[in-house]
């Protein structure tokens, strides 16, 4: 797929949290491209308050049937507060990459969202009624994350609790000026809020909108096109490799 340096001389901006873009570095320059890293999201621990009740909630595990996993940061944060899961719970994932943070934890994955995103796994047999009513489910996640997921479970009959380890903030560091968006051939985003983020960190957002922009979904799509971006390139999801592949597709046609 990126054997044939589609992306030869060009730059391409990576906006996932610091310690999520190398796996993404490592594609762009195995394709023959440069990248520079922009996080526009900080991962930090939940408030104090909030981390009481995570510790009262450890006592409380064994009540709940489920456990669904949002994200990689998502399994490695809530390790620092749930060294360990009942055995009875069916671990569910939203995809491969958190499936592999959860198998590196040596927890076993009973069902992962097929697509990636939430639509498909709420598409999964095992989340349908009857068979997901009175089931008492455990999502964990970032603070302030999608309501789609437990919204749909709580309407199907299920009892459903966030479990929130961590929260995303907007960094502190200065925006990229007029000559660093000029070396720019693409962005990459991975989220509504890191795209919203990426605007609010600009001094002048106008500067990035004729830079193609590749978006995990088409709820991004709609986003980047509210916000000017006139080249949006639709990945198949928000893996790095969907990104790459995106990429890749993109400048082979528009070298």
């Known amino acids: 797929m990126i054997a044939d340096y589609a992306l030869t001389d060009k730059t391409v901006l990576i906006t996932r949290p610091k310690g999520r873009e190398g796996n993404l570095r490592r594609l762009i320059?195995?394709?023959g491209g440069k990248a520079i890293h922009y996080?526009?999201?900080?991962?930090?621990?939940?408030?104090?308050?909030d981390i009481q009740q995570l510790v009262l909630l450890r006592e409380?595990?064994?009540?709940?049937?489920?456990?669904?996993?949002?994200?990689?940061t998502a399994v490695e944060q809530s390790r620092i507060y749930f060294p360990a899961l009942p055995e009875h719970f069916t671990i569910v994932s939203i995809g491969n990459k958190t499936t592999e943070a959860l198998e590196q934890q040596n927890i076993?994955?009973?069902?992962?969202?097929?697509?990636?995103?939430?639509?498909?796994?709420?598409?999964?047999?095992?989340?349908?009624?009857?068979?997901?009513?009175g089931r008492r489910i455990l999502i964990f996640r970032g603070s302030?994350?999608?309501?789609?997921?437990?919204?749909?479970?709580?309407?199907?009959?299920a009892q459903v609790r966030y479990v929130e380890t961590y929260q995303r903030e907007l960094p502190p560091h200065?925006?990229?000026?007029?000559?660093?968006?000029?070396?720019?051939?693409?962005?990459?985003?991975?989220?509504?809020?890191?795209?919203?983020?990426?605007?609010?960190?600009?001094?002048?957002?106008?500067?990035?909108i004729d830079i193609p922009l590749v978006v995990p979904s088409t709820r991004a799509y709609t986003l980047a096109r509210q916000h000017g971006f006139r080249t949006i390139i639709t990945a198949e999801n928000a893996?790095?490799?969907?990104?790459?592949?995106?990429?890749?597709?993109?400048?082979?046609?528009?070298?």
């Open 29 to 31: 320059e195995k394709s």
């Open 39 to 49: 996080p526009v999201i900080n991962i930090q621990p939940p408030p104090e308050l």
């Open 60 to 72: 409380q595990l064994h009540s709940f049937t489920m456990a669904i996993f949002i994200s990689p």
């Open 108 to 133: 076993h994955v009973d069902v992962e969202a097929p697509d990636k995103n939430t639509e498909s796994l709420l598409n999964d047999p095992v989340f349908q009624m009857p068979k997901i009513e």
């Open 144 to 157: 302030g994350g999608r309501a789609l997921l437990g919204d749909s479970l709580i309407r199907r009959g």
């Open 174 to 208: 200065p925006p990229l000026d007029e000559h660093q968006v000029s070396e720019l051939d693409a962005i990459t985003i991975s989220s509504n809020e890191g795209l919203d983020n990426l605007i609010t960190l600009m001094e002048d957002p106008s500067l990035l």
């Open 239 to 255: 893996t790095d490799e969907a990104a790459i592949s995106a990429l890749t597709d993109y400048f082979r046609v528009n070298k």
